[in-house]
């Protein structure tokens, strides 16, 4: 995922690096990328799942996910504040 969208990710990170430390300056172009990454990460997230579903593992999709977006939390842990006024 960050590989085929590397451009995307590096820009997001050196925002959210920015955001972290002061979020006030951050804010409008934190939320502004962070919703295309959300996107990104929301389509990968789906791709994974629907192919443990696919598979007959749709009992383990919801382990799944959690495990997905804690790997993506490890590396923007404030993700989950895009959008958040």
Known sequence: MIKQNKDDFDAFKKVHDGFAKDPEKWKN???????????????????????????????????????FQSEVKLHFPKINFVGME
């Open 29 to 67: 172009k934190f939320n502004e990328l962070g919703r295309d990454i959300l996107d990104t990460v929301r389509d990968y997230e789906n791709r994974l799942c629907r192919q443990s579903e696919g598979a007959g593992n749709s009992k383990f999709t919801t382990a799944l996910a959690e495990k």
